[in-house]
């Protein structure tokens, strides 16, 4: 392996987190999020000589990831039926809370009901990302992202609200 190679392993297994987080909001079945997951290493590997460090490799890592998921979201939809949520499947291992477990299923299935956009709004949000930071990743102004993500946030309330189970 040269040491390119080598440098993007690295970086890959250092921010996996980030991969497993974008395959699981966008993708409700454990099939769909390991093909998801791998589309998103192969496109980040494909671009990786593009990538001028100009900004952390994180950053650059969302960005390639959400729009490698709206894609790949857009070409499953025309392929599949979505079934309920299955049973939940993780990638780490947790200790197991039927509340927790419960809330998380609940708030993966209202989260498929979002458009892409949305997705990565929420994502990005979880993710612990300030406004300034959303809207550079998605490439909006700050106070779209403000006003985006105050409406997908309500739009979630609202899906759960139908679902009938509160938080």
Known sequence: ????????????????????????????????????????????WKSY????????????????????????????????????????????????????DEQLKVFYQAVQELNAIEKALIFLFLEGQSHREIAENLGISEVNARVKLNRTK???QQIIKKYKYEF
């Open 49 to 100: 000589g593009t990538f001028k460090q100009q900004s952390k490799f994180s950053t650059w890592m969302y960005r390639v990831a959400l729009n490698t998921a709206m894609v790949f979201l857009k070409k499953e939809k025309k392929h599949q039926i979505y079934d309920v949520l299955e049973e939940r499947h993780d990638f780490a291992e947790e200790t197991y809370d039927s509340d927790k």
């Open 154 to 156: 309500e739009r979630i």
């Open 1 to 44: 392996m040269n040491p390119s190679e080598i440098e993007f392993l690295r970086l890959i297994d250092e921010n996996k987190g980030i991969l497993v987080k974008v395959s699981r909001m966008y993708m409700d079945d454990h099939e769909g999020r390991q093909d998801l997951y791998q589309e998103i290493v192969y496109q980040l």
